[in-house]
Structures are given as structure tokens and as C-alpha cells.
């Protein structure tokens, strides 16, 4: 990910050189997307861009598809009409090879009996491109470095998130996809989730996450674009923020 040759990716304020993405930011497009499940369909009609090296939110209440359709804009989820195209650049890529999960409930998710050194050993024997250096860097960006023997069960839910999501980005790849980012949290907390997952966009990761609600404006958190789902309608049209 990083780099120190020419027309290498300016380091923003504060963030640390490691971490700064110097390729393409990934962009995802979705166009009508659609899928159905065995109760029925899932989301449909989602038109959505999520813009390189910026952080997109799919919003929606339990029940709506937001994770469904967070995974299948990673390409980890089948759909059954549609299209989702990802590119690096110019060039089309598989967003599958080209994002890293940092945590999708119920499936993907930190365990708790573990310490944080068992999970950063895990994912350097399980993550070909793991970078110890990357995680350091991830976590002084996001504030979120707790000591190896802390059992992660026993964090407090904003570094239990925070540190998943260094995780997801020590592998180096230039999207990091992340569900439920408002669970348990509230307030201050929560507040300071998002303006860190925004400042990890600004070094040149694409961030998408989701919630049940995005970011109030007065919280003044960046968003590239945003979605919302609904029981009723299955999704709305893809609302951009400049």
C-alpha cells in the first residue's frame, strides 16, 4: 500500500505514511441491483456509487438487507439481477479480491475469547498480504492500539469495532467493508467512530459500512454518498453528499 516513489499519494495531516493508499482508490457501482432469499426478496432496484477513497454508508433497519447488500457490493453475496462493477482506475476488478471484510454479523466477527495477539497472529498466517506495519499505522490513525493481551471480549464495543477495522486494513487492499457500525454505540462514541472510519478514507481507503442510521449532519462527518433501506421499498435512491 504505501509507497516513497514519484507521484506518490500526498500524506494528509496526521496520517501516518504507512497507511496511505499511494494506487487507485476502489469505486463500486451498483445498477438495479436486486436479490431474493428463501423468505422472499432481499433488497432490490439499488443504484449506488461508492466513491474511491471516500466513506459511503448504507443505512436501513434490521431486517432491511443492509448487510446482504454490503457483501454483495463486495462481492461476497450472489444477487439475482443487476449489476455491480468495481474498478481500480479505468480497470475493472473483481471487488472480491480487491476488499477486505472487517466484520459482517453474524459471521464475520472478532472472538471474543481471543486476545488481540491471537488475532494478529491469525490473520498473519491466514492473510498473504498482512502487514504488521499497516496495522501499527491503522491503529494510531484510529486511535485504537490496545495492548496484545487484552482479551477482546473484554474491550469496550468502539475498540472492539476499531481494532476489527485495522485488522481488515492491515491486509492492504484498497476497500474495507464494515456492517453495524452503530451497534451498541451511541453518542460521543459513536460519533467518534465515524469521523475515524472518515479520516481512513481520507488516507485513500474506500470505506463502506453500514448502520441504522447514517451520521447526523451536525456531527459533520464527510460522506461520499449514502443509501437507505427500507422494509417497504427495499431501497431507496443512492443520496450524494459532495
Not at 491503529?139 to 469495532?161: F, I, K, M, S, Y
Request: glycine share 12%; with cysteine.
Amino acid at each position: 500500500m504505501p509507497g516513497d516513489g514519484e507521484g506518490a499519494r500526498q500524506v494528509p495531516p496526521g496520517v501516518p505514511t504507512a497507511l496511505v493508499n499511494d494506487g487507485e482508490g476502489l469505486e463500486i457501482e451498483a445498477r438495479g441491483l436486486r436479490a431474493r432469499g428463501p423468505l422472499g426478496t432481499v433488497f432490490k432496484g439499488v443504484d449506488l456509487l461508492v466513491r474511491p477513497a471516500g466513506l459511503t454508508v448504507v443505512a436501513g433497519q434490521g431486517g432491511t438487507g443492509r448487510t446482504s447488500l454490503l457483501l454483495a457490493l463486495g462481492g461476497r453475496f450472489r444477487t439475482s439481477g443487476g449489476t455491480v462493477t468495481a474498478r481500480l482506475g479505468d480497470t475493472p476488478v473483481d471487488p472480491l479480491r480487491h476488499s477486505a471484510l472487517a466484520r459482517a454479523t453474524p459471521g464475520v466477527a472478532l472472538v471474543p475469547q481471543w486476545t488481540v495477539h491471537e488475532h494478529r497472529a491469525e490473520r498473519a498466517a491466514t492473510t498473504r498480504t498482512f502487514s504488521t506495519a499497516t496495522l501499527e499505522a491503522a491503529g494510531e490513525l484510529l486511535d485504537c492500539a490496545p495492548p496484545a493481551r487484552t482479551v477482546v471480549g473484554r474491550l469496550p464495543a468502539r475498540d472492539r469495532l476499531l481494532f476489527a477495522v485495522a485488522l481488515a486494513v492491515a491486509a492492504r487492499r484498497p476497500a474495507v467493508l464494515v456492517d453495524d457500525v452503530d451497534a451498541g454505540l451511541g453518542g460521543t462514541d459513536l460519533r467518534e467512530v465515524w469521523l475515524r472510519l472518515a479520516r481512513l478514507a481520507g488516507a485513500g481507503i474506500t470505506v463502506l459500512a453500514t448502520a441504522a442510521a447514517p451520521p447526523p449532519p451536525d456531527w459533520a462527518v464527510p460522506l461520499a454518498a449514502y443509501t437507505t433501506l427500507s422494509p417497504r421499498t427495499a431501497a431507496a435512491d443512492a443520496a450524494r453528499r459532495p
